[in-house]
Nanobody, 121 residues
């Protein structure tokens, strides 16, 4: 059974930093894109950042220059370094991963359970 487990959320003052981690476990063949989304109260889920297996990254305009996504393929882990956090970054952060379970098999998208990030003034 494939699972994505996030860690690193919490409460931080505005201007502070947090580092989120998400590790994939289970029997898999490969992971392509890994990413982070967030959902604030009363809003839809939005892309924050993603990183492809080759290292190409994409960021939401609202986090460019403040957040950095990276991955450690040997550990099936993706990270999100968040600096200069703002009140509007408060949300539940979800990781996802596009995973192939067997060679030449279909790609499935899996999601983590979410981790709360709260930025206070």
């Amino acid at each position: 059974q494939v699972q994505l487990v996030e860690s690193g959320g919490g409460l931080v003052n505005a201007g502070g930093s947090l580092r989120l981690a998400c590790t994939t476990s289970g029997s898999i063949f490969s992971i392509n894109t890994m990413g982070w989304y967030r959902q604030a109260p009363g809003k839809g889920r939005e892309l924050v950042a993603r990183i492809r297996s080759g290292g190409t990254t994409n960021y939401a305009d609202s986090v460019k220059g403040r957040f950095t996504v990276s991955r450690e393929n040997a550990k099936n882990t993706v990270y999100l370094q968040m600096n200069n956090l703002k009140l509007e970054d408060t949300a539940v952060y979800y990781c996802n991963a596009d995973i192939t379970l067997v060679r030449d098999g279909p790609v499935y998208r899996y999601w983590g359970q979410g981790t709360q990030v709260t930025v206070s003034s």
